[in-house]
């Protein structure tokens, strides 16, 4: 069945960075365009960044010049490096598999000094 595990979360300063990661298994991971979503308290969930197959990738506005999505295809792992946080960045962090409705359970993500 599909999987996905979300790690690399946590409490960090306004201006610091998060590394996410997110591990995949039960399926063939190279064959499907990978996504991060995150969701604050009270908000909608949101799109934050999509790298397909081909490693093309795209971004939500509100994070585009401080968020890096990148994939391991040797790993079945797909990142989000998060520069230049800030406060408005705090929200549980989701993966999703395009293709599907297969999410991860999420990790939160808090900045604050």
């Known amino acids: 069945q599909v999987q996905l595990v979300e790690s690399g979360g946590g409490l960090v300063q306004p201006g610091g960075s998060l590394r996410l990661s997110c591990a995949a298994s039960g399926f063939t991971f190279r064959n499907y365009a990978m996504s991060w979503y995150r969701q604050a308290p009270g908000k909608e969930r949101e799109l934050v960044a999509i790298?397909?197959?081909?490693?093309?990738?795209n971004y939500g506005d509100s994070v585009k010049g401080r968020f890096t999505i990148s994939r391991d295809n040797t790993k079945n792992t797909v990142y989000l490096q998060m520069n230049s946080l800030r406060p408005e960045d705090t929200a549980v962090y989701y993966c999703k598999r395009q293709g599907g409705d297969y999410w991860g359970r999420g990790t939160q993500v808090t900045v604050s000094s």
């Open positions: 790298i397909t197959t081909g490693t093309r990738t």
